[in-house]
T-cell receptor
């Protein structure tokens, strides 16, 4: 089955630690995205990548970093510089980074900072 | 500012009732696309429908229908004969064609369908 996988489902981190969230897709999509969702809120774009070895900051990139070394993988690192990292993180992909294309989402990772 | 307003925070209906979810948006773009996504309790968003801004013909797809009116910047979504499995958070999301490509997500409407 084609789709997007995210791991882990739940993640706990101590303050001051960096943590990396995994996102893999086997849909052969060029574009991939990371969103953050806080309780009762919509999704906010952290980073997106239109193609391998390229990525762009979204609306709330501070304290986060990404890489896109392979087409199918787009890991997100939450650094200690992110002041309030506790949230639900969703990865998505689309065939192309075009306004027309619908996005396919993974099941999400819930990050809690202790 | 470009933004989306989903004024209904939570709606409860009894199974088999029809329900309409409202969406009003603001954008400077003249061409854009409008999406509705569903987020069930499992967490992942699921694509439901897409509409472009240059065709105001309203459509029906199974139990889903939508009413797009560019003059009032509204894109309402209706579920006919609701079912318990429709219980979820629904997001309206315009997708812009100018500048940085991205969706603008509303805050969502939580729909509870009671048996």
């Amino acid at each position: 089955d084609g789709g997007i996988t995210q791991s882990p489902k739940y993640l706990f981190r101590k303050e001051g630690q960096n943590v990396t969230l995994s996102c893999e897709q086997n849909l052969n999509h060029d574009a991939m995205y990371w969103y953050r969702q806080d309780p009762g809120q919509g999704l906010r774009l952290i980073y997106y990548s239109q193609i391998v070895n390229d990525f762009q900051k979204g609306d709330i990139a501070e304290g986060y970093s990404v890489s896109r070394e392979k087409k199918e993988s787009f890991p997100l690192t939450v650094t200690s510089a992110q002041k309030n990292p506790t949230a639900f993180y969703l990865c998505a992909s689309s065939l192309l980074a075009h306004a027309y294309n619908e996005q396919f989402f993974g099941p999400g990772t819930r990050l809690t900072v202790l | 500012a470009q933004k989306v307003t989903q004024a209904q925070t939570e709606i409860s209906v009894v199974e088999k009732e029809d329900v309409t979810l409202d969406c009003v948006y603001e954008t400077r773009d003249t061409t854009y696309y409008l999406f509705w996504y569903k987020q069930p309790p499992s967490g992942e968003l699921v694509f439901l429908i897409r509409r472009n801004s240059f065709d105001e013909q309203n459509e029906i797809s199974g139990r889903y229908s939508w009413n797009f009116q560019k003059s009032t910047s509204s894109f309402n979504f209706t579920i006919t004969a609701s079912q318990v499995v429709d219980s979820a958070v629904y997001f309206c999301a315009p997708s812009l064609t100018s500048g940085t490509y991205k969706y603008i997500f509303g805050t969502g409407t939580r729909l509870k369908v009671l048996a």
